[in-house]
């Protein structure tokens, strides 16, 4: 059976800058290398000077769009003072996409910080979401001729939950409760003695309804400097699902609407389309045993289509933003990918209206708290040499993506 994908349908890869690009070291996540806290990224692909080589890559693979991130130490290294040099380096990032007819989408903030913001208080801050719009409304300002789909930030959930909740990203603030409840592989636990009471509770609802205005109030700024710039969050959706008994289907009503919903909640009426993170599907009451990817999550391709379905509620445009697996010998990715994309397909008979797919990720990276062990790569980085292999895997993405369409 061929399934066939709408005309135009953007089909790439995804990156994010402090993952890969190598030599930022005035942000959070450098600053707990340093206190040896979080594996050290130092040069990580070294894309910041290598992209030309790795877009030629992409556009070998037929890759149509491209989804990367843009450095907020490297823009705003000091408090309300841009940098222009890293706006040209962007914007010779950008050139190089359009040289071969690659779409992009920036992500404007993707997980690190510059050390003036965290070092002060980051989104546990008042005044945050004026100062993440300042910063968001420059970007588009500088970058938006070259570039029409921006979204503002990567999944909020994952980083607030990481770094209020669990104590394992930066600021390290921690909860004990989330031990128990908690299902993904972020990372060790770093601070030994969790708060007590239900005070950082409340600090992580502050953060998550900051992170929320956060994303509204640069909605607002970006519409005042480029009105027709598309702007999107990207969402980070954990498919919840249950088994037949009642008791877990509520409760798996509950996770959604606590992992999903209030953040969708609060902000889809200042987003021009939703980009979809998924990696995670877990049942309630399920006996299955599940094969497992690298990151040891459930090998569970296919119900990407739930996750889409999820968001189709908010009645806006969809893009896979990002899904893929750590797959080191690559023996399931090419599986993984098909399924993806099968399930994807599904969902737009179903009415979801998903306009694109980004595999994570375009090449191996730092893989925040876990280091670079974890190879989520369609192109495989040997770290000594820098050197870079086509996995065999992504010569069937290619064929997906040359072809629009999904043969079974
Ligand atoms: C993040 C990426 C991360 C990937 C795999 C997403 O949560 O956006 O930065 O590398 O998942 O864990």
């Not at 789909?149 to 409760?177: A, C, Q």
């Not at 497992?292 to 119900?303: C, L, Q, V, Y």
């Not at 974890?374 to 050197?387: A, C, H, M, S």
């Amino acid at each position: 059976m061929q399934m066939k994908f709408p005309d135009g349908f953007y089909w790439g890869a995804a990156t994010a800058s402090y993952q890969v690009e190598g030599g930022i070291e005035n942000t959070d996540w450098a600053e707990a290398a340093r206190a040896e806290r979080v594996p050290v990224c130092g040069r990580a692909c070294d894309h910041y000077n290598r992209y030309e080589q790795d877009f030629d890559i992409a556009k070998d693979m037929g890759h149509t769009a491209h989804r990367f991130s843009v450095e907020w130490a490297r823009i705003e290294p000091e408090e309300g003072k841009f940098n222009q040099e890293a706006i040209r380096h962007y914007r010779e990032v950008l050139q190089s996409l359009k040289d071969r007819n690659i779409i992009p989408f920036v992500t404007i903030w993707h997980f690190t910080l510059p050390l003036w913001f965290s070092q002060s208080g980051s989104f546990e801050r008042k005044d945050s979401p004026e100062i993440f719009a300042r910063y968001a409304a420059f970007v588009v300002q500088e970058l938006g001729d070259m570039c029409t789909h921006f979204s503002t930030m990567n999944e909020p959930n994952v980083y607030g939950s990481n770094g209020w909740l669990r104590g394992s990203w930066p600021p390290f603030k921690r909860f004990r409760l989330t031990d128990s409840v908690s299902i993904t592989n972020s990372g060790k636990v770093f601070e030994s003695k969790a708060s007590k009471g239900l005070k950082p509770v409340f600090t992580y609802f502050r953060v998550m309804k900051n992170l929320a205005k956060a994303h509204n109030t640069a909605y607002k700024a970006i519409k005042r400097v480029s009105p027709e710039t598309e702007i999107s969050v990207v969402k980070h959706v954990i498919v919840f699902d249950a088994n037949w008994n009642p008791f877990n289907k509520v409760k798996a009503a509950f996770a959604n609407y606590v992992w999903t919903g209030i953040f969708m909640n609060r902000t889809h009426k200042f987003c021009d389309s939703v980009g979809l993170n998924y990696y995670f599907y877990t049942q309630f009451g399920d006996k299955r045993e599940w094969r497992k990817t690298d990151m040891d999550w459930n090998f569970a391709p296919s119900h990407i289509y739930d996750a889409l379905m999820m968001l189709t509620k908010y009645k806006k445009p969809l893009f896979v933003s990002e899904a893929g697996l750590a797959d080191a010998d690559d023996s399931g990715r090419a599986e993984y990918i098909k399924d993806q994309v099968a399930a994807t397909w599904q969902a737009i008979q179903d009415g979801a209206d998903v306009r694109g797919h980004m595999y994570w990720s375009l090449l191996d990276n730092y893989e925040w708290a876990l280091g670079f062990e974890k190879r989520f790569g369609l192109i495989e980085v040997n770290y000594d040499t820098l050197e870079r292999t086509v996995r065999p895997s992504a010569s069937v993405y290619k064929e997906i993506c040359t072809q629009n369409a999904v043969v079974e």
